[in-house]
């Protein structure tokens, strides 16, 4: 088998986010990045599937500038075999529609069983590329995948999905097919010294996004960002002598207002 994980280079999530000047970008150059927490648990499915099947190959790719390469040497340490850089230099594509027509113009030649996508990515949470990707591909696409089973010589897939409401839909497919990972799929394993060390030797292939063939005009326009702003509401409660009454109206608001009590 054939596998390839789309992996996306993104902010830490425990990152103090700016904006930049325009307010139409967050400011970048004091970001500490990871790769995407779902991406994460695609490429973990994607490595213990290699390890029930030998002969299997995985692939990791993404778009972007010279910084994601991080991100590909992560998912090298994890365990994967090779990975495809897509050069976006100036980082201007930002459109998911236009970053899935990029991933999906490299991944239909390269004869792959399999593509993982994170569900979706924890930056600008589109939710939308993997899907994408499968349209484009015209191949199966199973989203939210809790747990994931391969019959390598039937060349079939079977998802167990998690969905609205802790609901499980079982759906199965013939390869190729393309699964998005959810949170619960498994426990991605930690990047080993070995593993680290060698993912400096293993291959990554570059291609210049603006050389796929690609239109990259995108029908997206930012015109602006803004943090935010969360004002905390504030309730005072009187007691009366004994405080009991106060203690009363306590939990009835944890109940009925705050939610946090049954």
């Known amino acids: 088998m054939r596998i390839i994980c789309c992996v996306k280079h993104v902010p830490d999530t425990n990152a103090q986010i700016q904006l930049a000047a325009n307010k139409k970008d967050i ?5 500490s990045y990871v790769m995407s927490p779902y991406d994460e648990f695609a490429v ?3 490595l213990r599937i290699r390890e029930k099947n030998p ?3 995985v692939a990791v790719i993404t778009l972007g500038p010279e910084r994601v390469d991080q991100v590909l040497r992560t998912g090298l340490a994890m365990g994967a075999d090779e ?3 897509i050069l976006d230099p100036d980082s201007s594509i930002t459109d998911p529609l236009i970053v899935a027509r990029c991933l999906a113009q490299v991944i239909k030649s390269g004869g792959y069983d399999i593509v993982f996508c994170g569900r979706q990515a924890v930056d600008n949470d589109a939710f939308q590329v993997g899907s994408a990707i499968a349209t484009m591909l015209n191949v ?3 989203t939210l995948a809790g747990k994931v089973e391969v ?3 039937a060349k079939k897939v079977k998802v167990e999905r998690i969905v609205e409401g802790g609901t499980r839909q079982i759906i199965s497919g013939s390869f190729p097919v393309l699964i998005t990972a959810q949170k619960g799929l498994n426990e991605p394993r930690f990047a080993s010294l070995p593993g680290i060390m060698k993912a400096k030797s293993k ?3 570059k291609k210049n996004a603006a050389e796929l063939g690609v239109d990259l005009n995108t029908k997206m326009i930012i015109e602006l960002l803004e943090v935010p702003v969360y004002q905390r509401k504030k309730r005072v409660i009187q007691a009366g002598e004994d405080g009991k009454s106060a203690v009363k109206q306590l939990i ?7 939610k946090v009590l049954e």
């Open 27 to 31: 400011a970048r150059e004091a970001i």
């Open 44 to 46: 973990e499915e994607a």
């Open 55 to 57: 002969g299997t190959t």
């Open 83 to 85: 990975a495809i850089h």
């Open 140 to 142: 199966a696409g199973m």
């Open 151 to 153: 019959d390598a010589n």
């Open 203 to 205: 291959p990554v292939t």
């Open 252 to 258: 009835e608001l944890l109940r009925t207002e705050a």
